[in-house]
């Protein structure tokens, strides 16, 4: 029950923004219901460490299995571990900033928050859900809200930027569901199939049919985790979508994708993981150097953040393809770290944008003079990027090398390597860009009366930054929490290798 | 729990000044920063110092053989059930020594600053960054763990990067500021690759333990990094080598000294403290905390060798021609690095042999003194005559007599003149150059010797050359707390020769013999001398045999201005292959195969709707008509053909 | 009296249908073409009620969806003229070919 919460409560919110009356209302309603799914998610860490001490070693914790259409064994079926805990608090992080972050939207803005709050109940659903048709129906359910968030509130060419997003996403899920089909037809528990992920991963499944429905599976996931080439939905997408939406894009709707490759692809079809371990790689490693490259030259401080975020959650696929513990918990942490940072990144251009119209950094400069604190966000946000320690970056991608290096393959090694030298070409491209659009003279003088950050932005940037912090500082607490989930991954990952 | 325990509070203190004043700095205690930042740097210093006198003179000593103590451990993040990133204390003659620099270093250049940075509109922030520097580089030297000395190594190249780009609103500095964290990242990342191949064959990221294994002849890591090899060589060569690129960058060995003379940019306090005293010195510092294995390697430290020796004297010629005060320091520490790191190449391990390791410790010691004051000196004569360049320069021994006579010892001290303290340190350098290989002494011999001819063409071109007069009578010599840094800095400059380093620090723990062979002195003086007696033939007066001279050089003076070309050659390399050749292609391959390729699939469907749209004409009988033959057609399809 | 064959009476109600199948192809009055359809429906009708009679004399499925058919061909027609008269109002006309603009 304490899980379903967190699926009730954005809808009940969502619910509540609806008979609200003016921007006053309906902030403060999203702002509260935020704010106690933030509290709840608290909660939930303090009674799942609270039930780890008591010693309680159960893959999946507050399971609870109700049944939704019985003819086709579906069930709602939710439970939660380390792994699906990071991920909610990371949830919860941005969407309260994300909320915070719009303080100020005027038009339409019970629509807007209603479709944020949906879009949270989406991506908290799916994170909770242990039933591949539920999980199914939570990732429809937080994709649909984006195209009409961008569509609607974007700017740019949003229209064309929404459509690309939406029919990419849909593409995605179009292959997800086959990759589900093809699994839930593969199993059989006395002639019936099976939709439940913990029944699934005790089964053994054929190689042929492993072999054939990974590669859905994980293509599809993995064009929401931006999967070279399918990655261009990324930039246009993020740039065209109001800072709230980019947010929740970059920091929840990619995680959506390198949890599901984890979870779904990985874990239960691990002989086909192996076995297609190279192309991920060499996708993967791709998609770092050259997303890093290709950063190198934007000019838009939304594509710069674009197109890094194709670049980092290159290292999310590639912990996940080199499957070693490490590497998979590096996996994780990445994708909590760029969440957090990715979203505080957008934060910080949004403010910027809102005050001075523009992104381009060459007409950007010398703002850290005007606007020390959103500078400085940015700064920080940059910092992470780039792996500074004391962020979380830095222990994310840490731990992604380490455990890569484990990997004793030549070619993994050569991956390593050039995953590893991107974190020079990062270095350049943020530097470049807090220096042309921070630093330097100021070029506009209009800018020298921008006013700094309110106290909503100042709130937003906080939360993401103690995240950042309580992550870089002290990776111990998430490294604890996400290990045990990971051994059962390796774990199976190792059992399904060595039998062959 | 460690006696030692309270080490703890050297780094943390700077920490959490760094914490207080980037909070608050700005708005609530803008004026008194300056003090907590001096204050908690005071305390900071105080407890190295008593950690130094309870190491030596206590209990450091056990057998004769000073001790590795593990004050403090803590597992950071656990990688596997074996490889874990602690946040440890380790305390070994070097790194002891080194908190006693970093910390009383760092206190002279808050006390400096404190009337050097007056008015500065950022002055809070301007002393966060430098206590999260403190902090980061005693974290650094503290280190018992390699990837904790990864971690403190970025932290300190971020600072480093804040610092230089302190004024951002110069566009010079931002580019400076890039420019050195970049070239630092790159190194960094063979540093990082090095960690990673020494860490997956010892299995272990402890220093102690690393060591251990890889040193053991016949232990099963030993083997295995032995044994492996990829292009030829083994992987403990890799190891070490990249390693060492990641300490080269750090400490501008040639090729990637580039960041360095830019680094200048920033506030010249600043570059006392970082870019002369103490980061700099951060790949010297981890070549000798490796040195047990650096020293079963012999490929790599010939590499070291060179790379030290030839960024010596590369960077002593290059000094002979700057002319902005700051540039020609920025040279030198370059040159007198260089010596610290080939005296690494040259020593062998334990004993006797190991004068090397002991020597580039002893001169690591004496130049953090010397150059900082230098620094300093150069900072108070920049405050008082706002300008960098020694051409516009002159004559300011009678209205900076304090400058001036700090300056000089300063000067005497790195040109290695008796008694003043760099003058014992490089005596051990060469001594153990002259028994390891003679074309290295060579090559520091002469070296030393342009060291004292730039060293006094700049002492003379600044405080010399000309007499100027001000008519301005409110011009002071800088503030008190400026005075007082340098004469402080000027007695420890001094006297720092006389500190007893080589039975302290030695590459094995057991204490070395000191011993000064003065005939053997005797030849590097007089060569020191010869540079000196130039100098002054040349620079004390005005006149025009400097020019007859560099035309007389023509190319090679040329050359040297410009530094080689090094920088062109770099900005070649990224501004034309990198940026041009990979980025640009890359943007525009994703921008038009990529993304053109997903909005062709669009177009394509698109068009095909457009083709077939044409059936939909919108008369209803039309459809009726398609629909009734389309009846007819399987209704003659399922009788007659498929004869249901 | 002969009893009248199935085949008279399906004949009959092919010529309905084919009646109501040219008026509906060639009339472009909207409500002429409602009455076409009506006449195909009611041909289908009687094939409904014939075969019934004829191959399963003891079941009346045929019967009921005759009625079937008749019911929903009322409301069937209450619904087109509705529309036929929204159609009137916005285009002064029932012409059908009038109405084509809503394509695509």
């Not at chain 2, 990133?85 to 009383?104: K, Q, R």
């Not at chain 2, 011009?475 to 400059?493: D, F, N, P, W």
């Not at chain 2, 620090?505 to 002195?521: Q, R």
Request: some cysteine; aromatic content about 14%; charged content about 10%.
């Amino acid at each position: 029950m304490l899980l379903s919460l967190f699926i009730i409560l954005p809808l009940l919110t969502a619910l509540a923004v609806l008979f609200c009356k003016g921007l006053k209302q309906v902030r403060m309603i999203s702002l509260m219901g935020t704010s106690v799914q933030f509290v709840f998610s608290f909660g939930l860490l303090y009674e799942y460490w609270k039930e780890r001490a008591s010693g309680n070693r159960a893959q999946f914790l507050f399971e609870m299995n109700a049944s939704w259409f019985d003819p086709l064994h579906i069930h709602y079926h939710i439970g939660i571990d380390g792994i699906s805990l990071s991920m909610i608090l990371l949830t919860a992080f941005v969407v309260i900033a994300g909320v915070l972050v719009s303080w100020t939207q005027e038009t339409l803005n019970k629509e807007f928050f209603f479709l944020l709050l949906i879009l949270s109940a989406g991506a908290y659903g799916y994170f909770i859900s242990l039933d591949l048709f539920t999980l199914f129906f939570f990732l429809e359910l937080a994709v649909i809200p984006k195209f009409l968030l961008i569509g609607i509130w974007g700017s740019g060419k949003k229209e064309y930027s929404a459509m690309k997003l939406a029919l990419m996403l849909m593409a995605g899920s179009a292959l997800v569901f086959v990759g589900l089909m093809g699994l839930y037809f593969n199993t059989s528990i006395n002639g019936a199939h099976s939709f439940d992920l913990v029944e699934i991963s005790q089964m053994q499944i054929s190689n042929s049919a492993q072999n054939t429905f990974f590669p859905l599976a994980f293509i599809g996931f993995g064009i929401f985790a931006a999967l070279f080439p399918f990655h261009t939905w990324v930039p246009d997408g993020h740039s065209s979508a109001p800072t709230a939406a980019s947010m929740f894009l970059a920091g929840i709707s990619m995680k959506l994708g390198g949890y599901g490759c984890l979870r779904v692809a990985t874990y239960l079809m691990p002989e086909a993981a192996h076995h297609y371990s190279p192309v991920i790689i060499l996708l993967s490693t791709v998609a770092i150097i050259y997303g890093a490259f290709a950063t190198m030259m934007q000019k838009d401080l939304k594509y710069i953040n674009a197109y890094s975020s194709v670049s980092h959650c290159g290292f999310v696929l590639l912990g996940i393809g080199m499957l070693t513990q490490t590497s998979i918990t590096g996996a994780v942490l990445q994708m909590v770290s760029h969440g957090l940072m990715t979203a505080l990144f957008f934060a910080a251009i949004g403010m910027i944008y809102s005050r001075t119209h523009t992104r381009l950094t060459e007409q950007l400069g010398g703002l850290l003079k005007v606007i020390p604190f959103i500078s400085t966000v940015f700064v920080i946000a940059g910092l992470c990027s780039l792996g500074l320690p004391g962020l979380s970056g830095f222990v994310a991608e840490m731990t992604i090398f380490m455990g890569s290096w484990q990997n004793p393959d030549q070619w993994y090694r050569l991956a390593t390597i050039l995953a590893c030298a991107s974190i020079v070409v990062t270095a350049v491209y943020i530097l470049r860009a807090t220096g042309k659009s921070l630093m330097g003279p100021i070029h506009n003088f209009q800018y020298n009366h921008l006013a700094d950050a309110g106290w909503n932005e100042r709130l937003a940037a906080g939360i993401l930054i103690t995240g950042i912090v309580a992550i870089g500082v002290a990776p111990f607490w998430l490294y604890y929490l996400i290990t045990p989930g990971t051994e059962y991954i390796i774990q199976h990952v190792g059992k399904a290798i060595t039998l062959k | 729990m460690s006696p030692y325990f309270f080490v703890m509070l050297v780094p943390l203190l700077p920490l959490v000044s760094f914490c207080i004043l980037g909070l608050f700095g700005r708005k609530y205690i803008k004026t008194t920063s300056g003090t907590l930042g001096v204050i908690s740097l005071f305390i900071s210093a105080l407890l190295s110092l008593y950690t130094a006198y309870r190491y030596f003179f206590i209990d450091g000593k056990v057998n004769g053989i000073y001790q590795h103590i593990i004050a403090l451990k803590y597992t950071w993040l656990q990688f596997s059930p074996r490889v874990s990133i602690d946040m440890g204390i380790l305390l070994d003659p070097i790194s002891v020594m080194m908190i006693v620099i970093v910390s009383f270093i760092s206190l002279m250049v808050h006390i400096f600053s404190l009337g050097y940075m007056k008015g500065e509109e950022r002055f809070a922030i301007y002393y966060a960054f430098l206590s999260l520097f403190t902090f980061s580089m005693l974290g650094l030297v503290l280190s018992s763990n390699i990837f904790q000395i990864y971690i403190f190594w970025e932290l300190v190249g971020i600072s480093s990067f804040l610092l230089i780009g302190f004024y951002f609103e110069n566009p010079s500095a931002v580019t400076a500021s890039n420019k050195a964290f970049i070239v630092t990242r790159f190194a960094d990342f063979g540093f990082l690759i090095g960690i990673l191949i020494l860490a997956f064959y010892s299995g272990t990221l402890d220093f102690g333990t690393l060591i251990e294994r890889l040193t053991t002849a016949g232990s099963s890591q030993y083997i295995d990094i032995h044994s492996a090899t990829f292009l030829g060589a083994s992987m403990l060569t890799w190891g070490l080598g990249l390693v060492f690129i990641g300490g080269a960058g750090k400490s501008a060995m040639f090729p990637l000294h580039i960041w360095l003379p830019d680094a200048m940019e920033g506030p010249t306090p600043v570059s006392a403290l970082i870019h002369a005293a103490t980061m700099v010195v951060a790949g010297v510092f981890l070549v000798a905390r490796l040195f047990p294995v650096f020293s079963i390697d012999l490929t790599v430290l010939q590499i070291v060798t060179w790379v030290g020796a030839f960024s010596a004297l590369f960077a002593a010629v290059v000094a002979c021609t700057q002319t902005d005060i700051k540039r020609v320091l920025a040279f030198s520490t370059m040159s007198q690095i260089g010596f610290m790191m080939f005296s690494l190449g040259v020593s062998k391990y334990g004993g006797e042999s190991g004068l090397g390791y002991t020597g580039s410790m002893f001169h690591l010691f004496t130049h953090a003194f010397f150059k900082s004051l230098l620094f300093l000196g150069a900072g108070a004569v920049i405050h008082f005559a706002h300008t960098n360049d020694i051409r516009d320069l002159g004559g300011l021994r009678k209205l900076m007599p304090v400058t001036h006579l700090s300056f000089l010892i300063a000067c005497l001290a790195i040109a290695g003149i008796p008694p003043f303290s760099g003058f014992f340190s490089k005596e051990d350098i060469l001594m153990a150059a002259y028994h390891s290989d003679k074309i290295i002494y060579a090559i520091a011999v002469l070296t030393s010797a342009l060291t004292a001819f730039y060293m006094f063409r700049l002492y003379y071109s600044v405080f010399w050359k000309r007499d100027i007069h001000l008519h301005d009578k409110n011009h002071e010599e800088g503030t008190l707390s400026m005075r007082l840094t340098l004469v402080i800095l000027a007695v420890c400059t001094a006297f720092a020769g006389f500190v007893p380093v080589s039975s302290w620090i030695t590459s094995d723990g057991a204490p070395l013999e000191s011993h000064i062979d003065i005939v053997f002195s005797v030849f590097p003086v007089l060569m020191a001398l010869t540079g000196i007696g130039l100098a002054t033939y040349l620079y004390k007066t005005e006149n025009r045999r400097p020019q007859i001279i560099t035309s007389a050089f023509g190319s090679l003076y040329r050359a040297a201005y410009r530094k080689f070309y090094i920088d062109e050659l770099y900005l070649f390399i990224t501004r034309k292959i990198i940026f041009n050749g990979i980025g640009r292609p890359a943007a525009w391959f994703d921008k038009n195969i990529v993304d053109g390729f997903m909005n062709g699939l669009a177009t394509t469907t698109a068009k095909i709707s457009g083709l077939i749209k044409g059936l939909q004409s919108g008369k209803v009988q039309n459809y009726a008509l398609y629909f009734f033959g389309g009846i007819i057609a399987l209704a003659v399809l399922f009788i007659y053909v498929l004869n249901y | 009296m002969n009893e009248i064959s199935i085949t008279q009476i399906l004949f009959v109600s092919t010529a309905l249908f084919f009646i109501g199948m040219y008026g509906l192809f060639t009339r472009r009055n909207m409500i002429t073409m409602l009455m076409a359809i009506e006449i195909i429906l009611n041909s289908v009708n009687i094939n409904f009620v014939a075969f019934n009679k004829y191959l399963y004399p003891g079941k009346l499925d045929g019967v009921f969806f005759t009625i079937f058919i008749i019911t929903i061909a009322a409301a069937e027609a209450a619904m087109a003229i509705a529309i036929i008269i929204n159609l009137y109002r916005s285009h002064h006309s029932i012409d059908v070919e009038d109405a084509e603009e809503m394509k695509y």
